[in-house]
């Protein structure tokens, strides 16, 4: 008997042009593959040796296109079939060959489509160039392996894009397909979806990698403490005791909030109890350290890809500090699992929020630079989205944007479709002081900025005008004491008109400078842009991708306030 990974099922999306694995089990001694074009020839082969029940064949890289069929047979140590006998071999029917995607995150990706804010107009405008160019593949949330994940994944299936089957598929993830089937020459796009909500990025990386840096390791040691002297009958007995008493919970709380005029969390709590979410740490949680890698992750690779999109970081949001190398080494290691160590990873970056009654903590703006520096440094770009979240719902409904900006980074730094200043709005470049003022030079600006004003329109901006006092620009001195700066926009390289200081010259460089000043500050020795949790965003590039937040120093003594998960953890 052959057994296979769930993944491999009928109207799946194969990787083009890159190696094609299958891997499983076997009784056997051999296994073969086919992979048969339409006409029935056959278009690849190949065959390997059993060892120890195991099998993993790699045949040499197929070009886009189908649809095909994939055989997968018993045969001897020639590759010769031994048996038609269908006990012995497994066919898969309707297969292509085209860009396959894994989207990994937690909630915001994970967040379905039908919730969206688009879901209505998406069905209306759904047609045959779309649907018949997206697949999608939702790997099983089981938090632990047992036939409840046995299960569960015999019921998994590739889907095929329709108006009966999108609206449970990762928002992000199909507007990110539905852009790419914008761009490529009738090639498949096949998404595969591995998220979960309420997930910290060590959900996702292996033990063994989490132990490697004392900054990853802090979250195996938390979890170790966590469930040390529990025995495995008490951990199921608080489990269970757990599951029952939060599906009363939720149902009271879930009643209260449709049903009170002007519901409150602290007025819920009282009257229903603690919330007990996510409940008691140890093997079934899905929130503990590298569980969800082995269950989820794992059960997937090292299927070839084209890339992975990923937009997490709000459950680590009590580490900001420590987030840099998680989210490095969460890449180094799908990067060794998916056996591909330049596999492309574009990284969404947090956008506004802040919970009703909450301060801002800022905590977030060290997570939005770290994604940032990772994008830069390990990763393939990071789509900036900041303006694309929501007052007090950290779950916003406009996924069509996130979609989008992560396709942008793609079809720039994968496909090459795409050039720069398409795909990346403004970022900082570099700084410098002159008497009381700081100069920030911002680069890929090469048709200028624009600003969101408070009356809605969108505002061109000009050689020497001032940008809203509220644009979130701050300066600071020697003391790392940040005052709200005015901002002043000063020149630009192949400005339109003659005279720089032209204020009708429209900014056309890719280098614009903005000149930091404050009656606070005389000798500027820091600036940074956006360095909050929320706020009105006003400045974007002319292609409407807002300015990345950054900061000119990181060792202006910045620290995060606090974290809406509880006690700031510091760096360590």
């Not at 590298?290 to 299927?303: D, H, I, N």
């Not at 990873?345 to 994604?371: C, H, M, S």
């Not at 390990?378 to 989008?404: F, M, S």
């Amino acid at each position: 008997m052959i057994k296979l990974p769930a993944i491999f099922k009928n109207n799946a999306v194969f990787q083009r042009d890159k190696a094609f694995r299958v891997w499983g089990n076997s009784d056997s001694d051999n296994i073969g593959i086919e992979i048969i074009d339409e006409s029935g020839i056959t278009v690849n082969k190949g065959h390997a040796e059993v060892k120890d029940n195991s099998f993993k064949i790699e045949l040499s890289p197929n070009e886009a296109g189908g649809p095909f069929i994939i055989e997968i047979y018993e045969c001897d140590n020639a590759g010769n079939k031994l048996t038609p006998d269908k006990a012995s071999e497994i066919v898969l029917s309707d297969v292509y060959f085209g860009d396959v995607w894994l989207a990994g995150g937690q909630s915001n990706m994970e967040f379905l489509l039908k919730n969206s804010k688009s879901y209505a107009e998406e069905l209306e405008e759904l047609n045959d160039d779309i649907s018949d160019r997206i697949r999608y593949y939702n790997v099983p949330q089981i938090a632990w392996l047992g036939e409840e994940l046995a299960e569960a994944e015999a019921e998994s299936k590739w889907q095929k894009c329709n108006e009966a089957s999108i609206g449970d598929w990762s928002a992000v993830a199909y507007y990110f397909a539905k852009a790419l089937t914008e761009e490529s020459e009738g090639i498949m796009i096949g998404i595969i979806n591995c998220s979960w909500g309420g997930t910290s990025a060590s959900a996702w990386i292996g033990r063994e990698k989490l132990l490697e840096h004392k900054e990853t390791a802090q979250y195996v040691d938390a979890y170790d403490k966590a469930t040390e002297g529990m025995s495995e009958a008490d951990y199921l007995k608080a489990y269970d005791e757990y599951v029952i008493y939060q599906a009363e919970f939720d149902k009271n709380v879930g009643n209260y909030y449709q049903t009170c005029d002007n519901p409150s969390w602290d007025e819920a709590i009282a009257l229903f109890g603690e919330n007990k979410y996510p409940g008691p740490m140890g093997p079934k949680n899905w929130t503990r350290p590298s569980g969800l890698y082995e269950t989820m992750l794992k059960r997937v690779a090292p299927y070839s890809l084209m890339g992975c999109i990923y937009y997490q970081g709000e459950e680590d949001d009590n580490r900001p500090y420590s987030y840099k190398r998680l989210l490095t080494s969460l890449i180094e290691q799908w990067r060794k699992d998916f056996e591909d160590e330049m596999l492309p990873f574009i990284t969404a970056q947090l956008p506004i929020f802040v919970n009703e009654g909450e301060d801002d903590y800022k905590n977030w703006p060290f997570i939005r630079e770290a994604q940032m520096q990772v994008g830069e440094s390990v990763g393939n770009g990071t789509a900036v989205i900041l303006e694309a979240g929501e007052y007090h719902n950290i779950h916003p409904l406009n996924k069509e944007t996130v979609g989008y900006r992560l396709a942008f980074q793609a079809l720039y730094k994968v496909y090459g479709c795409l050039t720069r200043w398409e795909a990346c709005g403004p970022e900082y470049d570099s700084s410098f002081v002159s008497d009381n003022a700081m100069y920030i030079d911002l680069k890929c600006c090469e048709s200028g900025l624009i600003l969101d004003g408070d009356d809605g329109f969108i505002q061109d901006v000009h050689m020497m005008d001032f940008l809203p006092g509220d644009s979130g620009f701050e300066l600071a001195g020697v003391d790392g004491v940040y005052y709200a700066a005015k901002a002043q926009v000063m020149r630009g390289e192949n400005v339109g008109g003659e005279e720089e200081n032209d204020q009708s010259a429209s900014m056309t460089g890719s280098i614009m400078t903005i000149k930091l000043t404050s009656d606070n500050v005389t000798v500027p020795k820091y600036a940074r842009y956006f360095w909050k949790n929320y706020g009105k965003v006003r400045v974007f590039g002319a292609n409407g991708i807002p300015l990345a937040p950054f900061r000119t120093d990181m060792n202006d003594g910045a620290k995060a306030l606090g974290s809406r998960l509880g006690e700031i953890i510091d760096a360590i």
